[in-house]
Structures are given as C-alpha cells and as structure tokens.
C-alpha cells in the first residue's frame, strides 16, 4: 500500500562486562510497600556513588556519553528549563564520571548526560565526581538513577533492557539496573523484539504509553504481513511531523484497522461490557489508552458507584503496591 494512502487522514561496544566491582552500590532488590518509598529507596542508593567525593570541575570538551544510552529524544522545553536554571543559579547537583576506558586524560559519563550538555551550550565547565568503576557498575549505577529520576518512559527503558543484553549483560544484572524483576523484563525483551530498533526511534519515547499499549503494539507489529505497511507508514514525511504520542496512535490506529484513515487524535477504543453473576448492575468500560471510562446502569448503579468513589483511595493504593510488585 502507498505511503499516502497509509497516511491519508491522520492528524493525529564493547566487549563483554568486567568483573564487578567490590565496592559498588547497588539498587535494593525485591519489592518495596509502596512506590514511592521504592523510588526514594532508589535515589538514596544513587546517592550514595556521590557520597563522601570530592566534586571537582571539568572541562565538557574532556567528557563523553555513555557507552550505552537511554534516551530516545531529549524534550526541548525540559532541557531548556535546566539550562536556564544552571544558568542562572549554576550547577546545584555533581553528574557522576568514570575514567574513560580507552580515551586517556578523558571521562565518561554515567548519569547526568542533560547537565553535561547544558554545562557544554553554556560554555562552563561541569562539576562532577569522578569514580573508577568497571562496566557493570557503571550501567547499574546509570539504571538506577535513571529509575529513581530521569522519568524514563517504558520504552525507554525498554530500550535500554535491549542495548545491555545486547552488549552481553545477564538478566540479573538488568534487573538490577532497572530495579525491576524477570517479569518485567522479560516483557521489555518481548516488546523490543517484536518491534525493530529503527521503528522504535521513529516513534520516540510516547511518554503518554504505557506497558501494555506497547506490548500490543508489539503483538501487531510483529505479524509478518504488517512487515511493508509498518515501514512504509513509518518512514513518510507526515508521520515524523506528528509527536511522539500521535505517531504511537497513528501507527497502532493503521495497523488495528487494517490502513483505514484514521483522525489525528482519534484513538482506537477497547470497549467491555462487565455484569456480575447476579445482573444487578452493568458497566460499560472504554479504553482509549489515554482516558479510560466506566459508565453503569440498572437500580443499584447509583449505590454501587457511590461505594466506587467512596473507597477511590483505597483501591488506588492497592494498585500501586500491586505495580511495585510487578516491578515497574
């Protein structure tokens, strides 16, 4: 099928790791009570590679990324924030640097890559603590900072999953950069090879999407006679003027209706329908992958979603302890 007719109507390395380090940090394992306790937990532990250091400044010209990144694009208005900050007030937090591996009288970054670059555009030089690290600690060290800060978004970090296995790192230690256990990733893996890296990156970060949106996604992306239509939708002038949430839809919307114009921001919905054994009350349930909506009839409809509403807080809390066991 042609690219505009796909189109037409949507507006919407190196070698394997060295030995682990004897003094490394690392993220705390299993699951915490709730999720922002663990993400507390997860920033402490970062922390603790900036502890006790002197913060020593460096030229940004000495410095480089590192060997593995995690991040698709980098939001222009948030970054533009952060250089204005530093700008104004300097640098208030140190990034972490290692010893380049290969570049004498050069470093590496492990977590701070946007200060770095702001410290660069402005012309001064980076304050940062330098630690000798070997190559796993320095992606474990990255991960869980990233977890605990950066804001990754799940195929971001997804991503990052991919690039070390690829580079020859054990699920454990994955597990351990991401703070999150097998299941979890393993998810990751499936949906990374489901979806080719170049697809990926076309589409960007979606910071809108979450897991299961990909995994779908991922599902019909995967299908061999999807293979042409996926490239062809991807790689036109129009898709790439969308952003990233809208080329996610855009591309799910032309796969899930077989190529059928779509609007901009029209989302294809997943409509249930629930009645408990007794029918003494009906729901109506839309996902759009953005809002999702529940809406009841019947005589107890309205006792029945004031108890919903009620006890809001309460199911809340126990979906996040139920997150932070999945390990997200």
């Known amino acids: ?130 630690k000798q690290l070997d190559d796993k600690s320095h992606v474990i060290a990255q991960g869980q900072e990233n977890s605990a800060r950066a804001n990754l978004t799940f195929i971001e970090r997804a991503l990052f999953a991919r690039r070390l296995f690829d580079l020859g790192y054990d699920r454990s230690v994955i597990c351990s950069a991401l703070a999150a256990n097998q299941a979890t990733v393993s998810k990751m893996m499936s949906v990374t090879d489901r979806i080719p890296a170049d697809v990926v990156e076309r589409i960007g970060p979606a910071p809108s999407v979450g897991r299961e949106r990909w995994v779908e996604l991922s599902l019909l992306v995967g299908k061999a006679s999807n293979g042409e239509k996926v490239q062809a939708l991807t790689q036109d002038a129009d898709f790439a003027k969308l952003d990233s949430d809208e080329r996610f839809n855009a591309l799910f919307s032309a796969l899930n209706r077989s190529g059928k114009a779509v609007k901009k921001t029209e989302m294809p919905a997943a409509k249930l329908l629930w009645q408990p054994s007794d029918k003494g009350v009906s729901a109506q349930i839309s996902n759009t992958g953005k809002a999702f909506t529940l809406a009841m009839k019947a005589k107890n409809a309205s006792r029945f979603g004031k108890y919903l509403s009620d006890n809001l807080d309460r199911f809340y809390a126990e979906f996040m302890d139920e997150m932070t066991n999945e390990g997200d």
């Open 1 to 130: 099928m042609a690219r505009k007719n796909l189109l037409a109507g949507l507006v919407a390395p190196e070698s394997a790791p060295s030995p682990q380090s004897a003094n490394t940090a690392y993220p705390m394992r299993g699951a915490s009570k709730n999720m922002i306790r663990s993400l507390d937990e997860l920033a402490k532990q970062a922390d603790k590679f900036l502890e006790g250091e002197a913060v020593v400044e460096i030229d940004p010209k000495l410095i480089e990324g590192s060997f593995v990144s995690d991040r698709l694009e980098d939001a222009s208005e948030q970054f533009e924030e952060l250089k204005q900050a530093i700008a104004e007030r300097g640098q208030d937090t140190p990034v972490l640097l290692r010893p380049h591996p290969t570049l004498s009288g050069h470093y590496q970054v492990v977590f701070g890559h946007r200060r770095v670059r702001a410290a660069r555009e402005l012309g001064r030089p980076v304050r940062a603590v330098i």
